[in-house]
């Protein structure tokens, strides 16, 4: 049999299926969803993921979905963009196309498709055969919408209303070179204001949001902007039925009330999130997983009567240590593979062959980057460093994509961690003017991607103040001047950081961070990682 389904969701369909015979006056509606792509048209050296599994998979849950009577619907929550070579050297071309294939019917803009210029995200639209939602995204010029809004579809005698919306942590987080004519309005007053007029026009049965704004577990969103859960809390009930996000690249499954379920892996039950009457579901990252939910329409009244989400050939690690497909292999689709094949060919001859070495793991994985002090970024601003002749330097957490394992690295190993092209950038600056400007980037939180990495300088923070400042271990001169290496990005306003570029003393090179990196290596190697330690 060459779609290969699990034992579980066959038992859920042949139980749908018995009491949908027995309910002809009642409407049905499986919606099926993704998020958070980031480049992986591929899969990866393990076979786990991929676009070719995922069509496979996709295609059967559509049949037996519509051979039951239910309507369909195939919805992303975005941010195809950036975190693979391959991909992202091609600007996503395959990741898009490969989306086509697979039979989308629409997709949130994330704050990652802004990772280019506006006019890549233009020519990515035309890859696609279904529309970039964004509701709330503004063309500051004209003060109209940049992107569709929303889409209305009839399906099997449904009709389903959906909105796209993306975060306003967009202007923050987003490449302040391509944004700059954008305005990015709340998420919740742009949909309460046009839920209800699709309502009147178009009486929908269904509606839906597709977001890139993050679920964040009641509602605790702390420093990033606020996300599904609060919109749905904030809006009259009613408004939206379900909510299809992305950004937070998590599974939204929980245990209880606003209690996130922690124990759950590959395989596992998943109960979505439900907030004044809306359901919100997420499906972690990279195409891992296929949400799929079966609702029953009746009266007017949504029920869900099951939801997976299903693992993409993913492994996991059994007691006794070995690892194992969590369910039935699937087979990628032959005519995906075949065309992908020809981009993932095309994207690694430009990455192949070996840099340098490495003798341990530099760390720059989201959990630690964003949280700790780590050594993969020690070596990166060294790199920096060493490109301008900068005294100290920092970056911001968010900005590491990636760890580099021990061993032999490759210019695709520095491209994962450097996805974005961002230039290296330099001030000169007097001690005054770096004491100001440190106070602030000093005092961003972990668990942002603003969370403050640093090398050649130390500090201390004691009751909100900045203390004790030193650069390579001498007290800082309030009158001395400082060169301080800096990426593009932040220091354009990027992650919340102060702008830099229209300051005396500000020099944006040609060299950009892969660039310096992958010199770095190749002058250095092999690299002792216990020299990159954190103090």
């Known amino acids: 049999m060459r779609f290969i389904i699990l034992s579980s969701l066959l038992f859920s369909l042949t139980a749908c299926s018995t009491f949908q015979e027995k309910d002809t006056n009642s409407q049905y509606f499986t919606l099926l969803h993704t998020n958070d792509n980031h480049g992986r048209f591929w899969h990866n050296e393990q076979g786990e993921y991929g676009m070719a599994a ?6 059967q849950l559509r049949a037996e979905a519509k051979a039951q009577g239910h309507a369909v619907l195939l919805l992303s929550g975005g941010d195809i963009n950036t975190g693979i070579p391959e991909s992202d050297l091609q600007h996503a071309e395959p990741d898009f196309k490969g989306m086509s294939l697979i039979g989308y019917d629409a997709m949130a803009i994330g704050n990652h498709e802004f990772d280019n210029p506006l006019s890549v995200l233009d020519q990515q639209q035309k890859w696609s055969n279904f529309p970039f939602l964004s509701a709330n995204i503004i063309d500051k010029e004209t003060g109209k919408a940049r992107y569709q809004g929303y889409k209305i579809f009839d399906k099997n005698g449904l009709k389903i209303a959906v909105i796209g919306l993306t975060t306003t942590d967009t202007a923050k987080i987003g490449n302040p070179q391509y944004i ?38 009641d509602a605790n969103f702390g420093i990033n902007a606020p996300g599904d859960v609060t919109m749905a809390r904030n809006l009259p009930k009613g408004t939206l039925d379900i909510i299809v996000g992305g950004h937070s690249q998590e599974p939204v499954c929980m245990s209880s009330a606003n209690v996130a379920d922690k124990s759950f892996a590959p395989g596992k039950d998943c109960k979505p999130d ?16 296929v949400g799929k939910a079966e609702f029953k329409l009746e009266n007017g009244q949504l029920t869900l009567l099951n939801y997976e989400l299903i693992p993409v050939n993913l492994y996991t690690t059994n007691k006794q240590g070995n690892k194992q497909l969590a369910g039935d292999y699937i087979e990628p689709d032959k005519t995906v593979h075949d065309v992908l094949a020809v981009y993932q060919k095309k994207g690694a001859a430009q990455i192949a062959g070996k840099i340098g070495s490495v003798d341990a793991k530099l760390e720059g994985d989201r959990s630690k980057a964003r949280y700790e002090q780590v050594n993969l970024a020690r070596v990166i601003i060294a790199a920096q460093m060493q490109s301008v002749g900068a005294d100290f330097g920092l970056i911001s957490g968010g900005g590491i994509r990636d ?14 961690v450097h996805p974005f092209k961002n230039r290296i950038t330099y001030i000169d600056i007097t001690g005054k003017e770096l004491f100001d400007y440190l106070s602030v980037v000093t005092s961003f939180p972990p668990d942002s991607g603003a969370y403050l990495q640093y090398h050649k300088l130390s500090f201390s923070r004691q009751d909100g103040q900045l203390n004790d400042v030193k650069i390579n271990g001498k007290a800082l001169d309030m009158d001395k001047i400082y060169r301080m290496s800096i990426n593009s990005y932040n220091a354009s306003g990027g992650d919340g950081y102060p702008t830099l570029t229209n300051r005396q003393g500000f020099v944006s090179t040609d060299d950009t961070d892969a660039q310096a990196l992958k010199r770095f290596f190749e002058e250095n190697s092999p690299l002792t990682a216990a020299d990159y330690a954190p103090e």
């Open 54 to 59: 995922r069509k496979t998979l996709i295609d």
């Open 180 to 217: 700059g004519g954008l305005d990015f309005k709340d998420p919740t007053q742009v949909t309460a204001n046009l839920a209800p007029t699709l309502k009147a026009q178009y009486q929908p049965d269904i509606t839906i949001a597709v977001t890139h704004m993050g679920h964040y577990v």
């Open 403 to 416: 760890s580099i394992q021990a061993g032999d690295v490759s210019y695709k190993d520095i491209l994962k």
């Open 274 to 289: 439900q907030q004044n009457g809306t359901w919100i579901m997420q499906a972690h990252e990279w195409g891992k997983y």
